[in-house]
């Protein structure tokens, strides 16, 4: 009796320690940290971000010009792409997204050139950023309302939610203190495949392929962004 009473408390022991191991290797197998290709995309934007908008931000660094006024700027010239759009010139509008999407880069640059960044002015700019997209896209969904395309409509509102969504859940991410810099269409690819739909307009339905484009992989892009947050709640 006193063999059998002393091995089982052994075998409780060796029992947990082992399943408290397999615990620890299956934590261990969810990824807290970003994966390497997401790693490589993200640097792959910022160094190519910061090669175009280096050098002018070393020259506005010289003058009284503020990231917050570049911010105002970028917004104005959506605004003016948006109107643009309404009146039919959508190639002009094309170009103006582009130099517009280039201002919103220039902004950040200055700010970390000059040492000027504030969390106000991060607020503003993410702000401003979701009403740029919108307004383009609104001024989008105007032409075809004018038209009345049910089909390309509806492409136009999924493609307006899913963008917003991809940038809210990274706010909402980094609000509580989690990583979220995982995504495989930001705000730079959304930015460039619609200012190439404007572009090429004439082509037949090229325009309407930017959108589908946009909507998307801007939904894949959240879910991307959604799994990778709940694996990191997960593990806290």
Same mark, same amino acid.
């Given at each position: 009796?006193?063999?059998?009473?002393?091995?089982?408390?052994?075998?409780?022991?060796?029992?947990?320690?082992?399943?408290?191991?397999?615990?620890?290797?299956?934590?261990?197998?969810?990824?807290?940290?970003?994966?390497?290709?997401?790693?490589?995309?993200?640097?792959?934007?910022?160094?190519?971000?910061?090669?175009?908008?280096?050098?002018?931000?070393?020259?506005?660094?010289?003058?009284?010009?503020?990231?917050?006024?570049?911010?105002?700027?970028?917004?104005?010239?959506?605004?003016?792409?948006?109107?643009?759009?309404?009146?039919?010139?959508?190639?002009?509008?094309?170009?103006?997204?582009?130099?517009?999407?280039?201002?919103?880069?220039?902004?950040?640059?200055?700010?970390?050139?000059?040492?000027?960044?504030?969390?106000?002015?991060?607020?503003? =700019?993410?702000?401003? =950023?979701?009403?740029?997209?919108?307004?383009?896209?609104?001024?989008?969904?105007?032409?075809?309302?004018?038209?009345?395309?049910?089909?390309?409509?509806?492409?136009?509102?999924?493609?307006?939610?899913?963008?917003?969504?991809?940038?809210?859940?990274?706010?909402?991410?980094?609000?509580?203190?989690?990583?979220?810099?995982?995504?495989?269409?930001?705000?730079?690819?959304?930015?460039?495949?619609?200012?190439?739909?404007?572009?090429?307009?004439?082509?037949?339905?090229?325009?309407?392929?930017?959108?589908?484009?946009?909507?998307?992989?801007?939904?894949?892009?959240?879910?991307?962004?959604?799994?990778?947050?709940?694996?990191?709640?997960?593990?806290?």
């Amino acid at each position: 009796m006193n063999v059998r009473g002393g091995s089982a408390p052994r075998k409780t022991k060796l029992y947990r320690s082992r399943f408290s191991k397999k615990m620890a290797d299956r934590l261990d197998d969810i990824p807290t940290e970003e994966q390497p290709t997401v790693v490589r995309l993200s640097e792959i934007r910022k160094t190519v971000a910061h090669r175009f908008t280096k050098p002018v931000a070393r020259l506005l660094a010289r003058t009284a010009i503020t990231p917050s006024t570049l911010t105002w700027f970028a917004f104005g010239l959506a605004l003016g792409a948006a109107v643009l759009i309404i009146t039919g010139h959508i190639f002009a509008a094309g170009l103006v997204v582009l130099i517009a999407g280039f201002f919103d880069l220039l902004d950040g640059a200055l700010a970390r050139y000059t040492n000027r960044a504030t969390r106000f002015g991060a607020i503003l =700019d993410s702000t401003l =950023d979701r009403l740029s997209e919108a307004v383009v896209l609104l001024g989008i969904l105007v032409i075809y309302a004018r038209e009345q395309q049910v089909a390309q409509i509806l492409l136009v509102g999924v493609a307006l939610l899913s963008s917003l969504l991809v940038s809210y859940i990274k706010a909402r991410a980094e609000g509580v203190g989690l990583k979220c810099q995982v995504g495989l269409f930001t705000r730079a690819e959304r930015v460039i495949v619609l200012a190439l739909g404007l572009l090429l307009n004439q082509i037949a339905y090229a325009l309407v392929i930017a959108l589908g484009i946009v909507a998307v992989l801007s939904l894949v892009t959240a879910s991307q962004r959604l799994l990778y947050v709940w694996q990191q709640t997960k593990v806290k």
